[in-house]
């Protein structure tokens, strides 16, 4: 064999080397990333769905307070007894319009205005975070979609009329636009209150 021949036969194998090695380390880093964006997206659906549960842990200390006092107001104003979770009909549009333009003397007005600010702000926050995909979606499908639902329907009025008087922009819109992604509000009949087929593990 020539040393030309030889010169040659050297070169090819240590290219063909190359190339093995080449290849080698472009499957392994493949591989590694891989393995590094399924670490990244099991670990990010874990936080999200521990924020989920969390959120559905704070459901009720969260708005618990607020939903209480807005029915104890209705309840009262219409003659209901205590024990009556439920109202003939939402807030109607005077209604909304009394309780968002309360007098100066009226805290009793003052306090329910602050509860469904507060309420629907809650609500504004959960489909923020719904949208923007912090949130386990299943979960609150499963448990916070109906009652938020619920809560739309009973407080159309109120966020209507905020919206009118705001120079038709609504504060809460996050909350709307979702409401409309889901499906329509329920058409309302058992008004305010809650039981547990409607409301799931929230209300728990």
Request: proline letters at 5%; charged letters at 30%.
């Amino acid at each position: 064999m020539t040393h030309e021949k030889l010169v040659e036969l050297t070169i090819l194998a240590v290219t063909a080397l190359a190339n093995c090695v080449a290849a080698a380390s472009i499957w392994i880093l493949k591989r590694e990333l891989k393995l590094q964006t399924k670490a990244f997206t099991d670990e990010y659906a874990w936080r999200r769905q521990e924020l989920s549960i969390r959120t559905l842990k704070e459901w009720n200390v969260t708005t618990s307070v607020h939903r209480d006092h807005i029915e104890c107001y209705f309840r009262k104003k219409y003659g209901h007894p205590a024990r009556d979770r439920y109202l003939p009909h939402p807030i109607t549009y005077d209604e909304a319009k009394a309780i968002y333009n309360y007098g100066a003397e009226d805290d009793e007005l003052r306090s329910v205005r602050n509860d469904i600010v507060d309420l629907l702000d809650y609500f504004e926050y959960i489909s923020e975070a719904y949208n923007k995909e912090a949130l386990d979606r299943d979960i609150v499908d499963h448990s916070l979609k109906v009652p938020m639902l619920r809560w739309y329907s009973e407080l159309q009025h109120f966020i209507d009329y905020v919206t009118e008087a705001r120079n038709n922009k609504n504060p809460w819109q996050p909350y709307s636009d979702q409401v409309k992604r889901w499906q329509p509000a329920p058409p309302p009949g058992k008004g305010f209150g809650r039981t547990d087929d409607e409301f799931g593990a929230a209300e728990h």
